[in-house]
């Protein structure tokens, strides 16, 4: 298949467009809706799958050019090899999505019973997860690797409608994600090792601070790690504002990093309700460490 006979291009998308007939998606469709609360039948389901399905086909282009002879080798190699790299693809999302969406966009298995429970439980495998997503574009993106370009996927998806997802790819693997329309999150760009040491140094430290807070118990304990917690927190926030070029959206230090974060703030909500004494005692520990810091 010559790929300069199916697309044409448009300046408006700075892009080759087209269409593309790819198998692999036979089990996706949107078969539900659902939030925190509600698990129901999709308003408006997707059409069954019995073969290939037709997606919209994105060829990057910002000067016109025609598609590269790399963005051409990725095209072949997708349309050679579509079910594994579906599959890599789909099985990359339903772990993000699992991790990122289900506590937040669908209801907890024990709210439910009966039909319901049982859908449930099948959403938290990969064919039930296909049922929450819908494949509709593939864009071939300008930047390669080793002669072939990497390809992201996007999704419509029921947990969440506004965003969706995309999956970025390179061959049979799938690399990182993203809303759908933001290329899969872009290619992984090349860490130095002095940089890699700096990201590790930085998760190290707030892991260290998330072990003090949650030792953090009565009035005694907080008075006790008041003092190391406020170093830890000096030298979190230092390296917060020497890394946060770092920590790009999605990358995956920045997945690493962020339930971290979020488990520190539940343990300070956690000291606030339980012990109201210990993290008014810390709080003022700590600004008064914060102000002589910055005094000197």
Same mark, same amino acid.
């Given at each position: 298949m010559n790929i300069i006979d199916e697309v044409n291009y448009d300046p408006e998308y700075e892009a080759w467009l087209g269409k593309v007939d790819l198998s692999g998606f036979e089990s996706c469709g949107i078969m539900w809706d659902c939030d925190a609360d509600y698990l129901s039948e999709a308003s408006e389901k997707s059409e069954p799958n019995n073969g290939s399905v037709t997606l919209q /086909?994105?060829? #990057? &282009? $910002?000067?016109? %050019?025609p598609p590269t002879k790399e963005q051409e080798a990725a095209f072949e190699y997708l349309c050679a090899n579509a079910n594994p790299i579906v599959k890599a693809a789909l099985k990359y999302a339903f772990q993000q999505c699992k991790s990122a969406y289900y506590s937040e966009s669908l209801p907890e298995l024990s709210s439910l019973d009966g039909e319901k429970r049982a859908i449930r439980k099948r959403l938290n495998t990969l064919d039930g997860f296909c049922e929450l997503v819908e494949p509709n574009t593939v864009t071939i993106l300008a930047e390669h690797k080793n002669k072939v370009s990497y390809i992201a996927f996007d999704f419509r998806t029921s947990l969440d409608y506004e965003h969706g997802i995309s999956i970025l790819t390179h061959r049979r693997k799938a690399l990182n994600w993203a809303g759908a329309g933001e290329r899969g999150g872009g290619?992984? @760009?090349? $860490? &130095?090792? @002095?940089?890699? #040491?700096?990201? %590790? %140094?930085?998760?190290?430290? #707030?892991?260290?601070?998330?072990?003090l807070v949650t030792k953090v118990i009565d009035l005694e304990s907080a #008075?006790? /790690?008041?003092?190391?917690?406020?170093n830890v927190e000096y030298e979190s926030k230092a390296l917060i504002n020497q890394t946060f070029l770092l920590f790009t959206p999605n990358s995956p230090q920045a997945q690493k990093r962020s339930p971290i974060l979020g488990q520190r703030f539940s343990e300070f909500q956690r000291i606030w309700k339980d012990c109201p004494q210990a993290?008014?005692? /810390?709080?003022l520990y700590l600004s008064e460490c914060t102000a002589w810091k910055n005094s000197r």
């Open positions: /086909l994105q060829i #990057e &282009s $910002v000067d016109g %050019k290619p992984p @760009e090349t $860490v &130095s090792q @002095e940089d890699q #040491e700096l990201i %590790k %140094k930085c998760i190290d430290c #707030e892991e260290h601070y998330l072990e #008075e006790r /790690l008041a003092a190391d917690i406020a993290a008014q005692h /810390l709080n």
